[in-house]
């Protein structure tokens, strides 16, 4: 049952480029989405959110972009640093019965220097 | 900035014994969760608890399991008979309330089960 579906498994770019990272969701009931980088041996780390309210969130080099009729969102890093170099889940809930977080199974970013 | 802890980094257990893994959520929150991720599967949700109770379990949360927030700090998972296939990294989360609120995750305990 995969709610939250992050279908590339991994992504590499050239530093300074653009990252995109994909996500795409099947629940309609989800209203809050998420993105996570956990580097290896640590917990997840809180990124950025978006409700769906809105249709972009932009903190700094990160932008969250939601796509509520294609039930799609994407995360989009410039310029993409090695450093940004870690697993990026994706991550939504909803209210009552859907609000535990629902995570993705991830996507490697890899930046090359 | 305040963070979640968890303890131990790594517990080796053999299968039917029990574990606690414990948990210091950020201390202004009030939702608490535990998360476990199998080698390369994804982060699953456990179990949420709020004002000393259970708001919402999944499946995988069976009578072996069970959650406490024995003082005003701690927060902790217990596996009483322990299973081959728990073996897994369990995260620990606490938010500071609920909705459109992230949850912040501690570094994961790595349980071994033998």
């Known amino acids: 049952d995969q709610q939250v579906k992050q279908n590339s498994p991994s992504l590499s770019v050239q530093e300074g480029r653009i990252s995109i990272l994909n996500c795409d969701y099947t629940?309609?009931?989800?209203?809050?989405f998420l993105w996570y980088k956990k580097y290896p041996a640590e917990g997840p780390t809180f990124l950025i959110s978006?409700?769906?309210?809105?249709d972009k969130n932009e903190d700094g080099r990160f932008t969250v972009f939601l796509n509520k009729s294609a039930k799609h969102l994407s995360l989009h890093i410039v310029p993409s640093q090695p450093g940004d170099s870690a697993v990026y889940f994706c991550?939504?809930?909803?209210?009552?019965?859907?609000?535990?977080?629902?995570f993705g199974k991830g996507i490697t970013l890899s930046v090359r220097p | 900035e305040p963070e979640v802890t968890q303890t131990p980094s790594h517990q080796v257990t053999q299968m039917g014994q029990e574990v606690i893994l414990r948990c210091v959520p950020i201390?202004?929150?009030?939702?608490f969760y535990w998360y476990r991720q199998i080698l390369g599967q994804k982060v699953e949700f456990l179990v949420s608890?709020?004002?000393?109770?259970?708001?919402?379990k999944s499946e995988i949360f069976d009578d072996q399991f069970s959650v406490e927030r024995p003082d005003g700090s701690n927060f902790t998972l217990k596996i009483r008979s322990t299973k081959l296939e728990d073996s897994a990294m369990y995260f620990c989360?606490?938010?500071?309330?609920?909705?459109?609120?992230?949850?912040?995750f501690g570094n994961g305990t790595r349980l071994t089960v033998t």
């Open positions: 608890f709020y004002n000393n109770e259970i708001s919402e």
């Open positions: 201390s202004n929150h009030l939702y």
């Open positions: 989360a606490s938010a500071n309330r609920e909705g459109n609120s992230p949850l912040h």
């Open positions: 991550a939504a809930r909803g209210t009552g019965a859907n609000s535990k977080l629902t």
């Open positions: 629940n309609s009931m989800f209203d809050y």
């Open positions: 978006i409700s769906s309210i809105k």
